[in-house]
């Protein structure tokens, strides 16, 4: 049996996503005896120039995590689009922007400025800030150039599937890359692989008492949680209501921790923030403003707490430019 060509790239990523493919255990040994790798920047010293020289669409599959954050992330993502027969956003930053979309909230001059002049173990007297291009009496230094907004992978190229995590379930990375190698019959091109239709809600297994109010928010920080009684009820923010299942409840089950929604939306939600707003409408015991606001503001960094996943393709997108 020929191998499968395969490539990994990490955009702006932390490297879980890499790191969630070696998880798989002994299976890698298998992913090794069906996949030829022809880029795998973590694992393995490929260079661009070998990707750029290869025929376009013979890497037959191209598992892509991180965002685009910057110029460099652009060019790879296009290159490997070219080169690639099917291309996965693979992980939570390339599906919806991830953590790094966070940064979408303040915008690169707030972001340069805090990491070069403001941070207090900062010392910069003359104030100098990277350029792209900088010239030195060697000649011309260049660095790639950061992005005013994080995007994710499919607002910058034509996406094939999506499998969602931060970082994607190991099972079911080793499902995805099974169904590639078996070639068995792919679902329609656009779907979300490696995860189910219903939210994280519908397989939990915690009580729900109907019509239960909450009065203010309790902080994770401060609070032993119940581990048989939903977050919500515990007045413990958790985005199981507008999540996708697919990670087996990693956090909810297993670590009783709230899901702060890594495994993006289920179908029919256009916005995780907005669908959680109207959740929290129905648990909040307040009808008036000033209790409803009361209660709110018990919540440190709702938008943060809403959009930690999902803020480059949530409508909102990025801060409003001034
Ligand atoms: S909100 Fe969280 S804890 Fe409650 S049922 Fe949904 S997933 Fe379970
Ligand atoms: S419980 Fe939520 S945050 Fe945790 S892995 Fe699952 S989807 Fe992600």
Not at 180 to 201: F, K, N, Q, T
């Amino acid at each position: 049996m020929s191998k499968i060509k395969v490539a990994v790239y990490w955009g702006a990523a932390c490297g879980g996503c890499d790191v969630a493919i070696l998880d798989i255990h002994e299976k890698v040994l298998a992913v090794n005896e069906a996949c030829e790798f022809f880029l795998w920047p973590v694992a393995m010293d490929f260079k661009y120039q070998d990707v750029e020289a290869l025929p376009d669409g013979h890497i037959d599959l191209t598992l892509y995590d991180g965002a685009i954050r910057n110029s460099e992330n652009r060019h790879v993502a296009e290159l490997l689009r070219k080169k690639s027969k099917l291309l996965v956003a693979f992980g939570s930053c390339a599906h919806t922007g991830g953590i790094p979309a966070l940064a979408n909230f303040y915008g690169i001059e707030a972001i340069r400025n805090r990491a070069y002049l403001e941070t207090p173990s900062t010392v910069n007297p003359e104030r100098i800030i990277p350029q792209p291009s900088v010239q030195v009496p060697e000649g011309e230094i260049t660095i790639p150039e950061m992005y005013d907004q994080v995007l994710s992978l499919d607002q910058v190229v034509d996406v094939d599937y999506y499998v969602p995590g931060c970082p994607p379930n190991p099972e079911r990375i080793w499902e995805v890359l099974a169904a590639v190698v078996s070639a068995a019959p792919l679902p329609p091109r656009g779907s979300v692989i490696g995860a189910s239709e219903r939210s994280l809600c519908d397989g939990c297994e915690r009580s729900r008492t109907e019509d239960k109010k909450i009065s203010g928010f309790r902080r994770m920080a401060t609070t032993i949680p119940d581990p048989a009684v939903c977050f919500l009820d515990q007045g413990l923010l958790c985005l199981g209501p507008v999540t996708r299942d697919g990670c087996g409840l990693q956090c909810v089950k297993a670590s009783n921790m709230p899901c702060r929604g890594c495994y993006g939306l289920p179908p029919g939600i256009l916005d995780q923030g907005a669908k959680m707003i109207a959740s929290l409408g129905s648990v909040i015991d307040a009808r008036e403003p000033d209790d409803i606001k009361k209660i709110v503001d018990t919540l440190p960094d709702p938008a943060g707490y809403f959009y930690r996943f999902s803020m480059s393709t949530s409508l909102l997108q990025r801060r409003r430019p001034s």
